[in-house]
C-alpha cells in the first residue's frame, strides 16, 4: 500500500512558476511509474506527466510540453511537477499517482494523492 500526499499548490498570476511535490510512503517508491493528473472544474482528470521507474523515461501532454517539467528523487520517495509560465486553463486540481504500468490513462495508476489546488489569474 503507498500513500501519496500532494504539496506546492496555491492561487499564483499568469506567468509565474509553481513546483508541485508529492511524497510518497508505505512502499517501494522507486519500482513505481508516477504520474501526475489535474482535474478543473466540471471536467474529467486529464494527465499531465509522467516519469518512468527510475527516472528514464518521461512523458507530457501536448497542452504543457515545454513549460512543465516532471523529476523524481527516489531518494527522498518524491516526485516532483516544475510548472513555468502558468496560464489560467492550467488551474485545476493537481493529483499524483503511482502505477507499475506505462500509461497516460488515469484507469492504469493505483495509488492516489487528495490533491492540491493550483489557480492561475489571468
Known amino acids: 500500500q503507498v500513500q501519496l500526499e500532494e504539496s506546492g499548490g496555491g492561487l499564483v498570476q499568469a506567468g509565474d512558476s509553481l513546483r508541485l511535490s508529492c511524497a510518497a510512503s508505505?512502499?517501494?517508491?522507486?519500482?513505481?511509474?508516477m504520474g501526475w493528473f489535474r482535474q478543473a472544474p466540471g471536467k474529467g482528470r486529464e494527465f499531465v506527466a509522467r516519469?518512468?521507474?527510475?527516472?528514464?523515461?518521461?512523458d507530457y501532454a501536448d497542452s504543457v510540453k515545454g513549460r512543465f517539467s516532471i523529476s523524481r528523487d527516489d531518494a527522498k520517495n518524491t516526485v516532483y511537477l516544475q510548472m513555468n509560465s502558468l496560464k489560467p486553463e492550467d488551474t485545476a486540481v493537481y493529483f499524483c499517482?503511482?502505477?507499475?504500468?506505462?500509461?497516460?490513462?488515469?484507469?492504469?495508476?493505483?495509488?492516489w494523492g487528495q490533491g492540491t489546488q493550483v489557480t492561475v489569474s489571468s
Open positions: 499517482a503511482a502505477g507499475t504500468g506505462w500509461s497516460t490513462s488515469s484507469k492504469d495508476y493505483t495509488y
Open positions: 516519469i518512468s521507474r527510475y527516472g528514464i523515461n518521461r
Open positions: 508505505g512502499g517501494t517508491f522507486s519500482t513505481y511509474a
